[in-house]
């Protein structure tokens, strides 16, 4: 008898992740977690200023090869401050994937600025470039050296590529298009430390670049984002808008701008300095993972497993199965089945040009992101799942 | 030889904290901090959701006497929240005392309406209520059971009372103010967790009271903050303003607002349900500090201990020196003075009115907050000086 999909897929899945119950993505806490948290207690530097913070910080500018990193409380906070140091302004519109977590378009929008939702292609699951390159000559003009959609009248001032699941986007490409039609770039590399594309560190292309240690993330502060720039002013800029923008003196308070209490606790940057000097095994350990799944989804028709492009060293942070248009339809079922069998999966976001707040908004075409949407289904990534 | 001010003032402070350099407060980690946090780490659940993050709200909820409590990343985010789900749109007013911490104004700006600021006084070192009824009455206009600002026009929507270093504003005299202006209250109760009026908790008089567990404040999470209602439904939008207001789902990812990730981590909520433990143990320190200084300070002229007022019990988060008028210009060699001398003073803030970006923000005459703002001086306040 002939097994139907869904059940194929539980069997493969199985096959890598074994019989028990299965998480998407846990954290693994196996270096000095406990040490450099305790030390925290120990000393009472649990705060907002304190020796892991500045480390945290020097340890991913090192790591990524940012010029400075700003640590803050999450990834919406540090896209948000990204955008607002790069100079996007109220009214503004930013150009961004509608096939994203919907953080990437909040921060957008708490900033006062329009996101404006770009579509994505199979390629690198992120912008696409060709598609956009189309798209900007026909909807946008150049005035003063600045981009304006002629539509709206409103200048389009920025665009936010996101390194989904770790895959890089071509960021040549895109940097050569946003030159051309004056955009500014910062990168949601939320997903993607680790991920590299010839040789560079994602989120380091752009003039910003910005970071997420949510729990569900490579590494984890528990909570915490960082910006990533080369840029001195910028990151001097953005540290003191995460901070209050508190003028130095002995005792005084004085403040001179209206700034946020986006600080990164000392207790969370100690987690992450520890997380951070495991982040290469992790890598490792993700790309091993794909090794096993392939072996395991070789025989199941229909699907396939998402693999990085030349030039690309993914992290792959969630591991993805892509369903062949043929068996889209299925998508649900599998979702159901492999959920019931205690397989966590999960699909990829909803557009965020159909979620109610961002309806009106504008938007091109979303051919590929619309495709995507109901082909991708997330598989249980944790590192520790080829420990044994 | 008579001594000097300043000398006199480094001498009292050293009577009660000792010859060794001092900080301004310190938290205090005696309970099961470690515990509960390495039990985070070894069941992995550090990030947004976990059993800490609720033990925190009901433990709060129940401290506090509020219906509910909402955990949240720090006091702005929770202001700033607050506020919202309050029904403060942009371009409203929101009255706010001149003399408070920047967070208290920012959060107003936050979400896009302006701060109008407001006169102090020594009674209760938070809103002077008798010379706001009497500007109200002049400055403002009920329309349709709104109340505007005559000359801005705008309409004023919500006060914020601030409970100054834990000392309650009189809750019951705004309640009857407020009422009579259609003005909603928020308390920013940042400092006043553990300081009752009549019986009653700060912070659950108004509609929304917010808290703030900061390192420096009387128990911390690292950074993090609570809303404190009485009020099911607006407990519930907290919730989801704060936690990107994603739709329960077995995996679909939909949002239907534009929401904030101001989540408190499992991490910093386990160190807070340890400190909460605690808290009983730091008011009574703190209070047994009062008598220590106004022993210390009893010979020293021209220099107050402040002191709670009939009705209330102060957790007394800061000691508060007050100068007299006469002495007031010695306020900045004392601080010299004792600061050289290792022991950690600070003037109170800048009011926020002279502050660069609040300067053109509406205002009632400063008289109150002017005079305070030149005469207080806080000391050192850990609740451990008064361990030995």
Known sequence: MRQS??????????????????ALHEPAFNGHEWDYVKECIDTRW??????????????????????????VSNGT????????????????????????FVATANAVSHCGAIPHFVDSDEATLGVDIPALARYLDEQTEQRHCQCYNRTTGR?????????????????????????????????????????????????TFGLLGTLSFNGNKIITTGGGGAILTDNKELATKAKRLSTTAKLPHRW????????????????????????????????????QLVDRYLAAFDNVPGVSLYRERPGARANYWLQ????????ADQRDSILAATNDAGVMTRPIWELLSSLPMYQANPSME???????????????SSPELVRG
Do not use: W
Not at 176 to 184: E, P, S
């Open 5 to 22: 999909l869904p059940a194929l897929v539980v069997k493969a899945l199985q096959q890598v992740a074994g019989q028990d119950p299965v």
């Open 46 to 71: 649990v705060s907002s200023v304190g020796k892991f913070v500045d480390r945290f910080e020097q340890d991913l500018a090192a790591y990524t090869g940012a010029g400075y990193a700003v640590a």
């Open 77 to 100: 906070a540090a896209l948000q401050v990204a955008l607002l140091v790069a100079g996007v302004e109220p009214g503004n519109e930013v150009l961004v994937p509608a096939l994203s």
């Open 155 to 203: 200048r389009v001032a920025a665009i936010v590529p996101m390194h989904t699941f770790g895959h890089p986007v071509d960021m040549p490409a895109l940097l050569d298009l946003a030159a051309r039609h004056n955009l500014t770039i910062i990168e949601d590399a939320a997903e993607s430390l680790g991920s590299l594309l010839d040789g560079r560190h994602t989120g």
């Open 252 to 287: 005084a308070f004085v403040h001179d701008e209206v700034a946020f209490n986006y600080r990164l606790p000392n207790l969370n940057a100690a987690l992450g300095c520890a997380q951070l000097e495991q982040l290469d095994g992790f890598v490792a350990q993700k790309r």
């Open 320 to 327: 993805t199965l892509i369903l062949d248009q043929e068996v």
């Open 366 to 380: 979303l051919t590929g992101a619309r495709s995507l949407g109901q082909r991708i289904i997330n598989i249980p």
